[in-house]
């Protein structure tokens, strides 16, 4: 590829316009007139022909074409006539050995690596021959002093000529490289743009997660605590309906579902704060257990034992009130589809890794298969296996119901 080529018609035009337009036309003109003043007579016509055929040689293959110089094989036809022509005039008069400027000029410009190698070349025969006047050719001393001539001429244009290639292609590798970083950047600055998008995306799906994980939480807080106390009212207040014969019982009804009501309203304002329950506020969860154990049994009727086994710890806040969650929502189990149960049993146990929460009644019980479909079942669940948990149910017909949470027994700094 030339450096025309390289460089662009437009960028050729700007840069080097008067080289192309101007100096080849002007140094032909000052030495036609230097040959018109210093010859007379005898061959003036040849020279000025010559000279003639040399600019309109130039017009016509280079100054009016300048699509052809993106051409190689006709820019190498006209240097090459160019460079004959030269010849003959430098053979004729030395004074012509002005005119190679222009010449090497177009070897070193249009003609492209290593092609222009040869008609660098054939400028430095034209700039030895015109400086080689007065030597006998006719003699082996002459022509070795004319091929001095020209080595000494062709020797600093080729190493020129060598060492602007080393150029060009330094320059063409760093284009190339500067070319590669820009791309490289911009695949880069792409990159950060995309992973920019994917972590946006990632906050919100995150930030939907967080609400969708908290919608579920309040509703298993609201079904727990709000749900609960609401059923047990209706369970009093219905039975209260059934004693009104009985003031006595009708009072102790109403005292028991007005008490729940105030529970239930504790509950929840504490749930809307995101605290602990309260009971877990004030004691440990052992107690807490079997706090609500007790209130349960006054409300119901029905016997319900805690028992607590291995050396009591403390836990982490979520896993304690998974394990109270889980107890009320046995027991109100109990109460709504149990409620002719003799007595209900609660085992809290301490191992070594694990706590675990039993929750056994000898009611009717019922069958897994159809039944293991409730929220609060499925509320349950959900809260044990989120802190790593287990829960298990059985049941069958006749046989009383049986719940076992476990989860495992990591103190509070060892938290996440």
Same mark, same amino acid.
């Given at each position: 590829m030339t450096d025309w080529q390289l !460089?662009?018609?437009?960028?050729?035009e700007r840069r080097l316009a008067p080289m192309v337009t101007v100096v080849p036309y002007v140094l032909l003109a000052g030495l036609t007139a230097l040959t018109v003043i210093l010859r007379h007579g005898h061959g003036i016509a040849l020279d000025l022909a010559l000279c003639a055929a040399a600019a309109v040689w130039n017009l016509v293959f280079f100054t009016v074409r300048p699509a052809w110089r993106d051409r190689p094989r006709i820019m190498g036809v006209f240097l090459a006539g160019l460079i004959l022509l030269g010849l003959i $005039?430098? #053979?004729?008069? +030395?004074?012509?050995?002005?005119? /190679?400027?222009a010449l090497y000029f177009y070897a070193f410009r249009i003609i492209g690596w290593p092609r222009e190698l040869y008609f660098i070349a054939g400028v430095a025969v034209v700039a030895g021959t015109a400086q080689a006047t007065g030597v006998?050719? &006719?003699?082996?001393?002459?022509?070795? /002093?004319?091929l001095a001539v020209v080595a000494a001429n062709l020797a600093p244009m080729l190493l020129v000529a060598w060492l602007g290639q080393i150029g060009t292609r330094y320059y063409e590798a760093r284009e190339r490289a500067m070319r590669e970083t820009q791309e490289a950047n911009d695949r880069l600055a792409a990159a950060l743009a995309e992973n920019a998008a994917l972590q946006d995306r990632l906050v919100e799906q995150a930030r939907l997660a967080g609400v969708l994980d908290e919608r579920s939480r309040m509703a298993r807080e609201i079904h727990d605590t709000i749900a609960q106390g609401? =059923?047990?009212?209706? =369970?009093?207040?219905? !039975? !209260?309906?059934?004693?009104?014969?009985?003031p006595a019982a009708w009072r102790r009804h109403h005292e028991a579902a007005t008490a729940l009501a105030r529970e239930s309203l504790t509950e929840a304002r504490r749930s809307v704060n995101e605290l602990r329950p309260e009971?877990?506020?004030?004691? @440990?969860?052992a107690d807490a257990i079997t706090d609500a154990a007790a209130k349960w049994?006054?409300?119901?009727?029905? +016997?319900?034992?805690?028992?607590? =086994?291995? &050396?009591? @710890?403390?836990?982490? +806040?979520? !896993?304690?009130?998974?394990?109270? @969650?889980?107890?009320?929502? #046995?027991?109100a189990n109990v109460a709504k589809h149990a409620a002719d149960a003799g007595r209900?049993? $609660?085992?809290?146990?301490?191992? %070594?890794?694990?706590?675990?929460? %039993?929750?056994?009644?000898?009611? +009717?019980?019922? &069958?897994?298969a159809e039944h293991t479909a409730g929220f609060g079942l499925i509320a349950m669940r959900q809260r044990i296996e989120a802190l790593s948990g287990t829960l298990q149910i059985e049941s069958e017909a006749g046989g009383g119901t049986g719940i076992s949470a476990c989860l495992p027994a990591e103190p509070p700094e060892a938290a996440p």
């Open positions: !460089a662009g018609p437009a960028s050729w $005039l430098a #053979a004729r008069h +030395p004074w012509f050995g002005f005119y /190679t400027p006998e050719y &006719d003699t082996w001393a002459g022509w070795l /002093t004319w609401l =059923t047990g009212i209706v =369970t009093q207040l219905q !039975a !209260a309906g059934h004693t009104a014969g009985d009971p877990l506020e004030t004691g @440990r969860l049994s006054a409300r119901q009727g029905i +016997p319900a034992q805690v028992t607590v =086994t291995g &050396d009591t @710890r403390v836990m982490r +806040p979520e !896993a304690e009130v998974a394990l109270l @969650r889980t107890a009320q929502e #046995a027991l209900v049993g $609660l085992t809290l146990s301490y191992m %070594d890794r694990q706590v675990a929460l %039993d929750v056994r009644d000898d009611g +009717p019980g019922f &069958d897994l």
